[in-house]
RNA sequence: GAGGGCGUAGCUCAGUCGGUAGAGCAAAGGACUUUUAAUCCUUUGGUCCUGGGUUCGAGUCCCAGCGCCCUCACCA
């Protein structure tokens, strides 16, 4: 019998195929919890605890030992998913699903009557069903809620997908993410550990007295990162906009305000290429503290990630792919420079040998500025091999325009960059707030871009607001969801963001 | 944008040298009161991504296109 006709059938006997409103059930994990209370009664009354359930438990056997008796268990009620439906003829064994986990119905058609039993003829794989019952054990051990009475909720009219295997294809999965996380196994896990992560870097913001604000994602000017925006435009205005490509800019306008622990956890845009680890909108978090500076940003940075590992557990050993890490803080932290030398046996600052190298890795040198041959090569030759988690420290200032110098050397820009797995995860500063030092290194950086990112602009109100005093300042951008891939295993990016963008079908 | 791989039943996948389109799951019918990816019997199910070409004959070989995946580039 098709699905359309089991809903006409259950129309007939005057069941509402779309269910209604279902109170007072428990989530499934909760019941699970609930497994000690189950007891057997013996004849004279007594009840005593079931055995230790193994894989190779027998409790038929158990039971007939204990003599004449009975399962006494809680009375609960759950709603869910049917993943997995046995008929054994009168008997009937559901595997119900709910957002907390599994957990199997035992429908007997002596134990819920002629009418209850009928229905299950009406079940498909995927339909939504309602319980009421009594928790207990099978004869293998199985914990199951024996059904005393059944409720339909919702019809599902799409075919289940394999009950084994699921949805593999990877367009379908991110298409069609709804029937992903209902099918596939751990993808529910996957985004409600990525909603702890979130949370839990809100928490240690938020107990650090930084303040979260919202930015506008409408820029009239798109700035704050070296990347092309999406372009959009206002009908009434009539005026071009771009979608945010940084958070940065707006919230440097907030610190000059003195609002001087600011954050924006929130999405970005940027139109450049899609990779297993690039999406064209992600969620960045950027913070900015008055007074701080690069170092102050590398602490926060390791409580964010430390914390949030405690949020979603697991311990700080973790596995990506067939790379161990370890997260135990404090992480490493090693200069450029020293990086440099350990990978490539040259000093950074020997000009000759940098040159060479660079000739022996096929960099091409012609017209480029020593600092950027250098990074290409570090880029090469160190960032992929950083398991990490490591800060690295101290880079060379020309590649930072927008960094504060140190003090004692301005060659040594005061930013780090945390890496994980080869993957940037994080990037910080000391912040830049000389407004006159501001402005000529926009101009330079505008005049070094490409014909086709002309829509780069100068932004002269960041400027201005700069002249008003922004304080001293350690700055931070962390990729939320780089994090959460690391943090959950997960090798693509796409397997980590809800709806990813995709080609329309 | 460049290179490589893939596209077959609702789902997961086989398909040999170019010779009648296959399996498991799902679906439909039946048996079974402690199963668990239940099992057993029966049945149904195809635009082989699209369009050309070679050939007596193409899922298979060739060309073009579309889509997805991977690597690289842009970027984080």
Not at 395 to 413: E, F, G, H, W
Not at 447 to 465: Q, T
Not at 480 to 486: F, H, N, Q, S, Y
Request: glycine share 8%; with cysteine; charged share 30%.
């Amino acid at each position: 019998m098709a699905r359309l006709d089991k809903l006409r059938r259950l129309r007939e006997a005057g069941i509402d195929p779309w269910g209604g409103r279902f109170d007072d059930r428990s989530m499934i994990s909760a019941v699970r919890e609930r497994a000690t209370e189950i007891k057997f009664r013996i004849a004279d009354g007594t009840e005593i605890d079931l055995p230790e359930i193994g894989p190779d438990t027998d409790l038929r056997a158990w039971r007939t030992e204990q003599g004449p008796g009975e399962d006494i268990g809680p009375r609960v009620r759950v709603a869910g998913r049917v993943m997995l439906l046995r008929d054994k003829g009168k008997l009937v064994f559901v595997t119900l699903r709910d957002w907390t986990g599994d957990i199997q119905i035992f429908i007997g058609k002596n134990q819920v009557g002629e009418e209850n039993f009928e229905l299950t003829k009406l079940f498909d794989l995927g339909d939504l069903i309602g319980v009421d019952g009594r928790l207990g054990r099978t004869n293998t051990g199985e914990l199951t809620v024996f059904a005393e009475r059944l409720h339909f909720m919702t019809k599902m009219l799409e075919p289940a997908p394999d009950k084994h295997a699921g949805i593999t294809d990877p367009e379908l999965r991110q298409r069609m993410r709804y029937a992903d996380l209902a099918f596939n196994d751990g993808v529910m896990k996957t985004f409600l550990d990525r909603t702890t992560i979130v949370r839990s870097i809100r928490q240690t913001l938020d107990r650090d007295g930084f303040c979260e604000v919202e930015g506008p994602t409408l820029h009239t000017v798109a700035g704050g990162a070296a990347a092309r925006p999406f372009v959009t435009h206002h009908n009434t205005l009539d005026m071009q906009l771009y979608l945010r490509i940084a958070l940065e800019l707006h919230l440097k306008r907030l610190m000059v305000g003195g609002i001087e622990r600011v954050y924006e956890l929130g999405r970005v845009y940027r139109n450049e290429g899609v990779s297993p680890r690039h999406n064209p909108e992600f969620t960045m978090l950027e913070a900015y503290q008055a007074y701080g500076d690069y170092r102050s940003m590398m602490d926060l940075t390791e409580r964010i990630v430390t914390d949030a590992i405690e949020a979603i557990g697991g311990g700080f050993q973790r596995r990506f792919g067939d790379v161990e890490i370890d997260f135990t803080p404090p992480f490493a932290r090693q200069t450029y420079a020293e990086l440099f030398q350990a990978a490539t046996g040259i000093d950074p600052a020997d000009e000759q040998r940098v040159t060479r190298l660079a000739a022996e890795l096929a960099i091409p040198t012609a017209g480029k500025h020593p600092d950027v041959i250098r990074n290409e090569i570090f880029e090469e030759k160190v960032e992929d091999s950083l398991v990490g988690p490591i800060f690295v420290i101290d880079y060379p200032a020309s590649i930072c325009p927008l960094t504060k110098r140190k003090a004692d050397n301005p060659a040594i820009a005061e930013r780090f960059e945390m890496f994980i797995c080869g993957m940037e995860l994080a990037n910080a500063y000391t912040e830049l707030n000389d407004p006159e030092l501001q402005e000529t290194l926009f101009k330079t950086q505008l005049a070094g871009m490409a014909e086709d990112d002309s829509m780069a602009k100068m932004d002269h109100d960041f400027v201005r607001a700069l002249r008003y005093a922004m304080p001293p300042a350690g700055g931070l951008g962390i990729g939320i969801d780089r994090l959460v891939m690391i943090l959950t295993g997960q090798r693509s990016i796409r397997d980590v963001v809800l709806f990813p963008t995709l080609r329309p079908e």
